[in-house]
T-cell receptor
Framework: KAGVTQTPRYLIKTRGQQVTLSCSPI?????VSWYQQTPGQGLQFLFE???????NKGNFPGRFSGRQFSNSRSEMNVSTLELGDSALYLCASSADRVGGYTFGSGTRLTVV | GENVEQHPSTLSVQEGDSAVIKCTYSDSASNYFPWYKQELGKRPQLIID?????GEKKDQRIAVTLNKTAKHFSLHITETQPEDSAVYFCAAWNTGNQFYFGTGTSLTVIP
């Protein structure tokens, strides 16, 4: 059974650009959550999608957005990148939002 | 919203000794408490979890205890081994809401 797949693994972008990250959940999982991990702030919740609908959103500016497709794959978009957006972005999937979330390996975003 | 505090931030133990990491939460509606292990450069991996209707759960050398009244839960690792060295995160989840993570504990097991 394939795990949670995130692409790309590494990304370098310039301030002001935008970026799209992708997350393919475990087959059959309908819930996908996104997290930002930084040394100073730890794991911060961005948003969660379930059955193509955003169910929850964390305290991040509107530059951070996401969506989920009918096959449960999810994308996260960050517009007008800032240096402070440099982080490891992790997604996690679950079958039913009740527990058992499995994380992907993450996308390491560096903004220069 | 929920607030999860995790202690200690760093922990060093001798191989074979036990390690205990504690977390407290503030929202009494939180009902699911997983623990994740993250090795350097790798993804967080679920190692054990507990739901609010259970007081203790054990899986080989790892156990988690939950005190709903005091709103705290703990991870216990017995007979520690060097491969247990990693950062451990606790989290609290309110079904239909979101995960709130602790700030992590860096565990070092000294051979």
């Amino acid at each position: 059974k394939a795990g949670v797949t995130q692409t790309p693994r590494y990304l370098i972008k310039t301030r002001g650009q935008q970026v799209t990250l992708s997350c393919s959940p475990i087959s059959g999982h309908r819930s996908v959550s996104w997290y930002q991990q930084t040394p100073g702030q730890g794991l911060q919740f961005l948003f969660e999608y379930f059955s193509e609908t955003q169910r929850n959103k964390g305290n991040f500016p509107g530059r951070f957005s996401g969506r989920q497709f009918s096959n449960s794959r999810s994308e996260m978009n960050v517009s007008t990148l800032e240096l402070g957006d440099s982080a490891l972005y992790l997604c996690a999937s679950s079958a039913d939002r009740v527990g058992g979330y499995t994380f992907g390996s993450g996308t390491r975003l560096t903004v220069v | 919203g929920e607030n999860v505090e995790q202690h200690p931030s760093t922990l060093s133990v001798q191989e074979g000794d036990s390690a205990v990491i504690k977390c407290t939460y503030s929202d009494s509606a939180s009902n699911y408490f997983p623990w994740y292990k993250q090795e350097l450069g790798k993804r967080p991996q679920l190692i054990i979890d507990i739901r609010s209707n259970v007081g203790e759960k054990k899986d080989q050398r790892i156990a988690v205890t939950l005190n709903k009244t005091a709103k705290h839960f703990s991870l216990h690792i017995t007979e520690t081994q060097p491969e247990d060295s990693a950062v451990y995160f606790c989290a609290a989840w309110n079904t239909g809401n979101q995960f709130y993570f602790g700030t992590g504990t860096s565990l070092t097991v000294i051979p």
